[in-house]
């Protein structure tokens, strides 16, 4: 058995290997896809390009100005008086937010009366829309507060009476990924999709190639046994799919600064556990293929799906009601879930043991089913 | 790796039967085999060839019936005959991006060859079969002769004493055939047993004896001359020439037996043994025939595969066989 077992690997590897594209496609095109994606799936939101229409023209107004772009979020492209020349600005795209200072601004704020500042809004990109809201209304609300807080100590130092107000405080601490970069939260998703891709397409069509060619007849006449010819085609991809997950986590940790938090037996346990879904996924589909061309078009309509309701691009809780069982289906959902905590936040075994579980459930489940089909389909 | 010692046939088959749903591929067949010999098997596409040695070869369950191969009832232990056959199918199955060493490997491999031995046996078929210094040579870029002779080697690299060949020439050039068939003839002289399945009839004349499949049926198994002599009597001539005339008039005149067109001019039986080509001419003279040249011809295995073939009950059910 061994040295069938043998054969099958070294045969497997060979094919693989011989053909310069394949090897390519298994060991360098995960790294460029994972720096690409990693680069170019950035939610991060800064810099957003903001004309300062200022119809005031005092040294306040400018002072408002100054402020509203000095954090970061806010990059001034253009300082216009016409509220025209501001309009135009956002039509063109040059500039995506509008902060308008009305005329009279300065003299409001020395009379101390309520002053509308008026911010437009490019709603074409919705993420990035939010984020300027957001920060435009945080610090149009903390200026106005710090204001207060000014005339109040004014007034206490004055009068000498009250010292302070009672105030409540909302300051949010964000845990794990407290700059919110969007990579450290992608690159774990991207070290999944091309497992995941990898492993099932190059099984289904492996195993398809060796029907159409008439190989798979003359190996059935050997005394190879089904389950051996499975495991010999597998194993080889399986160490390929974990020298891909280690070199990501290098890469990933490297470029985009991802942390590893947990334990690497955490990240080597599941991707295992992962791959007996995918390897087994990718069997199952070659025994509902007839030719390599079908075992793609069934990878696709498994693997678009899966990455889809995985939790990859869009949070799970955010989906429809009706959809989110659908993700307990999914084995990407509970390999992602495994490896963005692990990463992250550190988590262990402990924390982690119901994905665990549920990965194991569906690996062995589909492998099994797998495995029996392929030997009915021979018999 | 035990061989067939002592008499008695290699093979042994009683009743075969598979049915693929309501059609019924091999139907009732019966036949042994003996070690040493070459068994060809003839019969038009669908007729039940592959389908016997593919049951033979434990790749198909039989719906009835038994075969024992090497002793080992097929149905019972398909695993068990594996080790004790060689196969080549229809297709040269071999892996076209791995060299010629590099699918021996494997299935050397699979029949369970390591190390050195698997070395000593792939140098030892690859001169076998004239390809040793062709050994690292990718078989995509081999021709189809050649793949073929490997596809060959494939199949004896574990020394099995029984070999099946399932149309194993079709689709190669005519000297390609030929060197194939001294390959065979060779491994049979070393004491293998054969069985071949062929649509080319010259190739049925190498075996010694051959089986003809009708409709899933054993419609005949004798050897190539006691076919011919049975189901072929009487004496065959070529007449051509100038005046060689129709077959419906050919066929009227007394004593010939049959009119089959043939070339320019027709083969023509007798059903007397004892006319002779002179008899022949006087008759085609008398008939208006004049000056038709007449030679004395062997019956070939086609006439005795259309003869039976012509013979045989309008078929019930003829369906393809399924892949």
């Given at each position: 058995m061994w040295t069938a077992l043998l054969a099958v690997v070294r045969k497997e590897f060979r094919q693989a290997f011989r053909d310069k594209r394949i090897a390519f496609m298994l060991l360098a095109a995960p790294v460029i896809q994972m720096t690409i994606l990693g680069y170019a799936v950035d939610l991060e939101v800064d810099r957003i390009p903001t004309v300062i229409c200022d119809q005031d023209l005092t040294s306040q107004s400018r002072d408002l100005g100054a402020a509203f772009v000095a954090e970061g979020t806010f990059r001034r492209v253009a300082t216009v008086r016409d509220p025209a020349a501001a309009s135009r600005l956002l039509e063109q795209g040059t500039a995506a937010v509008a902060l308008m200072i009305p005329v009279g601004f300065a003299r409001d704020y020395a009379r101390q009366i309520p002053i509308d500042v008026q911010v437009l809004v490019d709603g074409t990109d919705p993420n990035r829309a939010q984020v300027a809201m957001n920060a435009s209304a945080q610090f149009l609300a903390e200026r106005a507060v710090g204001v207060s807080l000014q005339r109040l100590s004014q007034a206490v130092a004055a009068g000498g009476a009250v010292r302070s107000l009672p105030q409540q405080r909302l300051t949010p601490r964000i845990l794990y990924n407290p700059r919110l970069k969007s990579a450290i939260f992608m690159v774990p998703g991207v070290a999944v999709t091309v497992l995941l891709v990898i492993t099932t397409i190059v099984t289904a069509m492996g195993i398809a190639r060796e029907r159409e060619l008439g190989t798979m007849e003359q190996i059935m006449v050997t005394p190879l046994r089904p389950a051996v010819l499975l495991l010999g085609k597998c194993l080889p991809f399986a160490i390929i799919g974990l020298v891909d997950v280690g070199t990501l986590l290098a890469v990933g940790s490297y470029l985009f600064g991802v942390p590893i938090r947990g334990s690497l037996l955490v990240v080597a346990a599941s991707s295992i556990l992962f791959l007996f879904s995918t390897l087994g996924t990718g069997i199952f589909i070659s025994t509902v293929s007839r030719s390599q061309q079908q075992a793609i078009l069934g990878g696709f309509f498994f693997l678009m799906p899966a990455i889809l309701l995985g939790g990859f691009m869009t949070p799970i809780e955010n989906m429809p009601a009706w959809i989110r069982p659908l993700t307990y289906l999914d084995p990407v959902r509970y390999f992602l879930e495994i490896l963005r905590g692990c990463l992250l936040k550190g988590s262990g075994f402990a924390d982690l043991w119901r994905q665990f579980l549920a990965l194991a459930l569906f690996g062995v489940s589909i492998m099994t089913l797998s495995v029996l089909r392929f030997r009915n389909r021979l018999g | 790796?035990?061989?067939?010692?002592?008499?008695?046939?290699?093979?042994?088959?009683?009743?075969?039967?598979?049915?693929?749903?309501?059609?019924?591929?091999?139907?009732?067949?019966?036949?042994?085999?003996?070690?040493?010999?070459?068994?060809?098997?003839?019969?038009?596409?669908?007729?039940?060839?592959?389908?016997?040695?593919?049951?033979?070869?434990?790749?198909?369950?039989?719906?009835?019936?038994?075969?024992?191969?090497?002793?080992?009832?097929?149905?019972?232990?398909?695993?068990?005959?594996?080790?004790?056959?060689?196969?080549?199918?229809?297709?040269?199955?071999?892996?076209?991006?791995?060299?010629?060493?590099?699918?021996?490997?494997?299935?050397?491999?699979?029949?369970?060859?390591?190390?050195?031995?698997?070395?000593?046996?792939?140098?030892?078929?690859?001169?076998?079969?004239?390809?040793?210094?062709?050994?690292?040579?990718?078989?995509?870029?081999?021709?189809?002769?050649?793949?073929?002779?490997?596809?060959?080697?494939?199949a004896i690299l574990h020394e099995p004493h029984l070999l099946f060949l399932d149309e194993p020439t079709a689709g190669v050039d005519p000297v390609s055939r030929r060197s194939f068939w001294q390959l065979v003839r060779g491994l049979v002289r070393a004491g293998t047993t054969v069985l071949v399945t062929t649509h080319y009839m010259d190739e049925a004349e190498y075996c010694d004896r051959v089986g003809l499949m009708v409709d899933g049926r054993l419609a005949a198994l004798d050897t190539p001359a006691a076919l011919k002599a049975r189901l072929v009597p009487g004496r065959l001539f070529d007449v051509h020439g100038p005046a060689a005339g129709s077959r419906g008039r050919l066929a009227a005149i007394a004593g010939i037996q049959h009119v089959e067109p043939f070339g320019a001019g027709f083969h023509v039986r007798m059903a007397d043994p004892s006319v002779g080509a002179g008899d022949l001419a006087g008759r085609l003279d008398a008939a208006g025939f004049p000056g038709a040249v007449i030679d004395d011809l062997e019956p070939s295995l086609e006439e005795v595969f259309l003869e039976v073939v012509e013979g045989w009950p309008a078929p019930a059910n003829a369906p393809e066989v399924p892949a």
């Open positions: - | 790796m035990s061989g067939p010692t002592g008499a008695g046939p290699v093979i042994e088959v009683r009743d075969l039967t598979k049915r693929f749903g309501a059609f019924t591929a091999v139907d009732r067949v019966g036949f042994e085999v003996h070690a040493g010999e070459i068994l060809g098997y003839l019969g038009a596409n669908g007729a039940g060839k592959s389908t016997t040695i593919r049951m033979l070869c434990g790749l198909l369950a039989p719906t009835a019936g038994t075969a024992l191969v090497a002793g080992v009832d097929v149905s019972r232990h398909p695993q068990k005959v594996k080790r004790l056959i060689g196969y080549m199918s229809q297709r040269f199955s071999l892996y076209l991006d791995l060299s010629a060493a590099e699918n021996l490997d494997f299935f050397g491999g699979a029949q369970g060859l390591a190390g050195r031995r698997l070395r000593a046996r792939s140098q030892a078929v690859l001169e076998q079969v004239g390809l040793l210094a062709h050994r690292d040579t990718r078989t995509g870029d081999l021709p189809g002769g050649w793949r073929q002779r490997l596809a060959l080697a494939c």
